[in-house]
C-alpha cells in the first residue's frame, strides 16, 4: 500500500516474492554464486551457461540448415532466419547484458571524455502529463512521490481533462509536493510534457505515463545508471503488467511486456542503442533531448501534425542526433529550448535497467488492446522514415537488431496472406500447420526464458499464446496502420 492512498498498489510478481520452491531457491543460491565472483570470470561462466541453455536450438538450427543447398525454399529460409534471430537475442540478453544500475558496462565508447559527467548527486525533474484519467492517476501521482530519491521535481500538466482529474490533481497539490500545470485547450501528450519541461530544472528529466506505478526504487536505480555511466543519454526501465489478474489478455500481455523488456531491450543495450525507451519509465539526460524538444513537439509526418510515436521518436533524437541534430535545431532555432542553450550533438549511449522497475496498467479488452496495437504501430512507422536512416551508422550489431526487427514486422502480414489465407485455399493446409507450428515454437522458447528468469512461475505458458495473436490478429493490423495514419487520438484508457 503507497502512503496515503485508498488504492491498492501493484501485487508483487512472482520474482519478488519469497523463495520458497526448490526451483527458486536454486536459481537465487546460483545468482548469489555468479554475483561473488570476478567481473571477467563471471561473464566468462555466464556465456558457457547461454551456450549450453541454447544447445538444442542450435542443433535444430544446424539440422534444418543443411537442407538448404538442395534447393531455394522460403518458408524453410523464413524458419531458420526467425529461429537464428531468436538465438541472437537470447544470447545477447543473457551473456552480454549488464544492468548500468548494478554494475559498470563493459562496453564504453572510447571518447569516454566527450560526455559531461553528471553531479555526483542530480536533481531529477519527474515529468507526467494526463488527460481523462481521474480513475487511477491518484495512484500513479502518489507513486511519483513516495520515490526514494532526496532531490526530486514532480510536475504534473493537466491536458484539458473533462472528466475530474483536474479537481483530483489540485487536492494532491496542497498535499504533495508537486508542480501542477493545468492547461485549458488541449495540446496532446508531448505539447503538454514540453510545457512541463518548461519548469523542469533537473539535470536528469523522467517521464511516466498516467496508468502507471513507479517502484519505489526505481528513481534511484535510474540516477545511479546514469552517474556512473555519463555516456547515457536516455535509459529505459523495466515494464510489467499493473493489472495482470484481468483476465487472461491481461496475463498474456504481462508476460510478453516481461520477454520484450528483460530479452529485447537487454539484445540491443549490449550495444548501447534501445531503439524504444517505453514510456512508463523513460529517463533522458537533459543535454541528450532539451534542444530536441521543440521538434519533438512540433513533429509532422505526410504533411500533418503527427501526434504518435512519443517514445520512439524522443529516443530517435538521442541515438541520431550526431548526424540529424544540427538541421533539426536549426530548423527551431527560434525556440528558447535551442537559443538560450546549445548543447552539442553527441553520439550518446541508449541504454535499459532492469533493476528500475514501473507497472502499467494494459487493455484488459479486445477493443481496446486492438486500439493500443494500432497506435505502436502508426508509431512504428513514423519512426522508421527517421531512425531508420541513420541507426546503420551505429555499428554492424545494433544496425543488424533494428533493421532485423524491421524486416520481421513489415514481413507479418505478407506471411500472414501466405499461410493463413493463400496456403488453405490452395489446398496446402500442411504448410499452414507448419507456420502456426513454428510460431508455437518460438513462443515456447521465449516462454522457457521467462521460466528461467522466473522459476516455478506458471504464467510462461500464456508466451506461445501472445505469439499465435501476433501472427493470426496483429499482423493485420499493419495495413489498418498505413491507412489511418492522419488519424490522431490523445487517449491512455486501457479499458
Known amino acids: 500500500m503507497l502512503p496515503g492512498t485508498r488504492t491498492r498498489a501493484p501485487a508483487r510478481s512472482p520474482a519478488d516474492r519469497p523463495a520458497r520452491s526448490p526451483a527458486r531457491r536454486a536459481a537465487r543460491r546460483l545468482g548469489g554464486r555468479l554475483d561473488a565472483l570476478d567481473a571477467e570470470v563471471r561473464r566468462g561462466v555466464v556465456s558457457l551457461l547461454t551456450l549450453v541453455a541454447l544447445l538444442p536450438l542450435l542443433l535444430l538450427l544446424a539440422r534444418r540448415a543443411v537442407r538448404l543447398p538442395h534447393g531455394f525454399d522460403p518458408p524453410l529460409c ?107 485547450r488541449n495540446l496532446g501528450k508531448k505539447g503538454a510534457l514540453v510545457r512541463a519541461c518548461e519548469r523542469a530544472d533537473g539535470d536528469i528529466l523522467l517521464f511516466t505515463d498516467s496508468d502507471c506505478v513507479i517502484a519505489p ?27 495482470a489478474d484481468a483476465g487472461l489478455l491481461a496475463r498474456i500481455q504481462d508476460v510478453w511486456y516481461e520477454g ?30 532539451w534542444n530536441y524538444l521543440p521538434a519533438w513537439a512540433e513533429d509532422r509526418f505526410l504533411g500533418a501534425p503527427f501526434r504518435f510515436a512519443t517514445d520512439r521518436q524522443l529516443t ?10 544540427r538541421a533539426l535545431k536549426r530548423r527551431h532555432a527560434d525556440s528558447p529550448f535551442v537559443r538560450d542553450h546549445d548543447y552539442p550533438e553527441l553520439k550518446w549511449e541508449v541504454g ?49 537488431l533494428y533493421y532485423g526487427h524491421v524486416l520481421w514486422v513489415l514481413a507479418a502480414p505478407v506471411l500472414a496472406v501466405r499461410h493463413l489465407l493463400w496456403a488453405p485455399l ?42 499465435l495473436l ?12 498505413l491507412c489511418t495514419l492522419r488519424r490522431n487520438v490523445w487517449s491512455r484508457s486501457p479499458a
Open 78 to 184: 523464413y524458419g531458420l532466419t526467425v529461429l537464428a534471430g531468436t538465438i541472437c537475442l537470447l544470447h545477447l540478453a543473457y551473456s552480454r547484458y549488464d544492468d548500468p544500475a548494478l554494475r559498470p558496462l563493459r562496453r564504453r565508447p572510447r571518447d569516454l571524455a566527450a560526455f559531461p559527467p553528471l553531479p555526483a548527486r542530480p536533481r531529477v525533474s519527474f515529468l507526467l502529463a494526463v488527460r481523462d484519467e481521474r480513475e487511477h492517476i491518484e495512484t500513479c501521482v502518489r507513486s511519483m512521490a513516495a520515490v526514494g530519491h532526496p532531490d526530486v521535481q514532480i510536475v504534473v500538466v493537466d491536458d484539458a481533462s473533462t472528466d475530474g482529474t483536474g479537481d483530483i490533481l489540485e487536492r494532491l497539490a496542497a498535499e504533495l509536493p508537486l508542480t501542477l500545470i493545468r492547461l485549458e
Open 217 to 243: 526504487d526505481a528513481v534511484t536505480a535510474c540516477v545511479t545508471a546514469m552517474t556512473r555511466h555519463p555516456e547515457l543519454g536516455a535509459l529505459s526501465g523495466h515494464c510489467r503488467a499493473l493489472n
Open 260 to 289: 520484450q523488456f528483460r530479452i529485447t531491450k537487454a539484445a540491443e543495450a549490449a550495444f548501447g542503442s534501445v531503439a524504444c525507451v517505453s514510456g512508463p519509465l523513460a529517463t533522458f539526460r537533459r543535454e541528450a533531448i
Open 316 to 325: 530517435g533524437y538521442v541515438l541520431g542526433q550526431k548526424w540529424r541534430g
Open 352 to 400: 535499459y535497467s532492469r533493476a528500475a522497475r514501473v507497472w502499467t496498467r494494459v487493455p484488459s479488452r479486445p477493443a481496446a488492446f486492438l486500439r493500443q496495437q494500432i497506435r505502436w504501430k502508426k508509431s512504428f512507422v513514423r519512426n522508421l522514415f527517421f531512425t531508420g536512416r541513420f541507426m546503420w551508422r551505429r555499428g554492424p550489431a545494433a544496425a543488424a
Open 426 to 467: 490452395h489446398l496446402a493446409g500442411l504448410l499452414t500447420l507448419l507456420y502456426l507450428g513454428g510460431v508455437v515454437l518460438k513462443g515456447c522458447v521465449w516462454g522457457l526464458a521467462y521460466r528461467l528468469d522466473h522459476p516455478a512461475d506458471r504464467a510462461w505458458r500464456c508466451r506461445p499464446l501472445m505469439s
Open 470 to 481: 501476433s501472427c493470426c490478429v496483429l499482423a493485420w493490423l499493419l495495413p489498418y496502420a
